[in-house]
């Protein structure tokens, strides 16, 4: 029989941190058609939060071609160049803010992407606000059932057009199932860079941490953490746990771990957090999991999202060997996939790709639901950060606009960006706990 050939798709993704990257990059190879080779562009939109080399490194998802953007000049990139798919990995604001530069740089092209936007994990907050900031792509990606049912009620609540809605699942689950315990049997902490936000709370989740270290000596003891000091991840993070832990003295089998969270998880027998996606991803496996109550079950934290999961517990429990046994109907709503249904998640995504690249006549204009005339107040401000004005267009004296930024502007660029960050990561941190005392 002849061989079909493969078809290569091109797809782009523009991200705005680490994180983002992980989630975009690796939803463009979930939902590529599944007969197709794709070549992956990566765009990473310049701001406090651009990952580093060792960030994108232990992401360890790797991309054709990876270049770092302003917004006006990644909107110059796609008047340019022809993309079956465009992921939009970006916070809500910056996909709204892409959403309309697009619409301008394609008016009058029938020929455009597929435009793709989503959420990283958890949707605990800003739900209306984010969600209709990104109204307007043509797949907006719900991670579970439960997200399927809420993004459509709101598109439909305010009259907006819920059919970009597609159920998915989380793109980074994955990994071999848990199948018992390990020697040395394994606590992992999952740290968030902005959950909990005050040192008081921090500072006791270390020495509850280091606590159980110390009354469980044959156990190791694990503090996984997302980013080095000085490093910016999609949050920002003041109170690095590795400086708070150089006051302490904690016991042989205590450890700080980087690295990616796939890895750490082979060999976790229990997994602790406050609201971390990496719940999610140690559920998938079916590794028994925690998510601490003892800061209270708070939305501010996050971890009210896992009310009716069986998973909430405190340190004094887990102090006393308690393993807690997730509820089976919650995890089938979360997108987790725990039941094997993990590779059959991202079909509707395909579908509906394959049937809009397939549309006579080609693509429709994208119609945000935010428009100057339904949001005169909101959207010009979001526009604004992005150098845009209300139709979408630069505004004058917009970065790099007009051409290519030539040797020079490349050097001044990375001092100011040097600088910037320096000032963001490092001196505004200490201004704001100075105008606390």
Request: aromatic residues 6%; proline residues 7%; hydrophobic residues 40%.
């Amino acid at each position: 029989m002849p061989v079909t050939p493969t078809k290569t798709r091109r797809v782009a993704v523009l991200a705005d941190s680490d994180t983002r990257w992980k989630w975009g990059a690796l939803t463009a190879n979930r939902i590529a058609p599944e007969d197709s080779d794709i070549r992956l562009d990566g765009y990473l939109l310049r701001g406090r939060a651009t990952p580093t080399a060792r960030q994108l490194q232990e992401v360890g998802v790797h991309a054709d071609s990876l270049s770092e953007v302003t917004a006006v000049e990644f909107l110059r990139t796609m008047a340019q160049e022809s993309y079956d798919v465009l992921v939009l990995a970006l916070v809500g604001g910056g996909v709204q803010a892409m959403l309309h530069g697009l619409k301008r740089v394609w008016e009058g092209k029938a020929e455009r992407p597929v435009v793709v936007t989503g959420y990283v994990g958890v949707v605990y907050e800003k739900l209306a606000d984010g969600l209709l900031l990104r109204h307007g792509a043509d797949l907006v990606l719900a991670n579970s059932r439960q997200d399927a049912e809420r993004f459509r009620a709101v598109y439909e609540g305010v009259g907006a057009d819920a059919s970009s809605v597609t159920e998915v699942a989380l793109p980074f689950l994955g990994g071999e199932p848990y199948t018992g315990e390990h020697d040395p049997y394994t606590v992992v902490f999952a740290a968030q860079p902005s959950v909990p936000d005050n040192r008081k709370d921090r500072t006791y989740l270390l020495n509850r941490l280091i606590q159980h270290a110390r009354k469980h000596p044959e156990r190791e003891v694990l503090l996984k953490l997302r980013s080095k000091p000085g490093e910016h991840t999609t949050h920002i993070e003041e109170l690095p746990y590795q400086k708070l832990v150089q006051r302490l003295e904690p016991p042989a089998n205590f450890k700080l771990v980087y690295g990616n969270m796939g890895e750490v998880l082979d060999r976790t027998d229990l997994m602790v957090t406050i609201s971390s996606t990496a719940a999610l991803e140690s559920l998938h496996r079916r590794i028994p999991t925690v998510v601490l109550s003892d800061l209270g079950v708070r939305e501010v934290l996050g971890n009210h999202h896992f009310v009716g999961s069986g998973c909430l517990a405190s340190w004094d429990q887990l102090d006393e060997g308690h393993r807690p046994t997730a509820d089976e109907e919650w995890v089938s709503r979360q997108g987790v996939c725990a039941d094997g249904s993990y590779a059959t998640a991202f079909d509707p995504a395909r579908e509906r790709i394959a049937k809009l690249l397939g549309r006579p006549g080609g693509m429709p204009a994208l119609t945000p639901y935010y428009t100057p005339a339904t949001a005169p107040g909101y959207l010009p401000g979001i526009l604004a950060r992005h150098h845009l004005g209300p139709d979408g267009s630069p505004l004058p004296g917009a970065p790099a606009h007009d051409k290519e930024p030539g040797p020079v502007r490349q050097i001044v660029r990375r001092a100011a960006r040097g600088a910037y960050r320096h000032g963001v990561q490092r001196v505004a941190p200490v201004i704001r706990r100075m105008g606390e005392l």
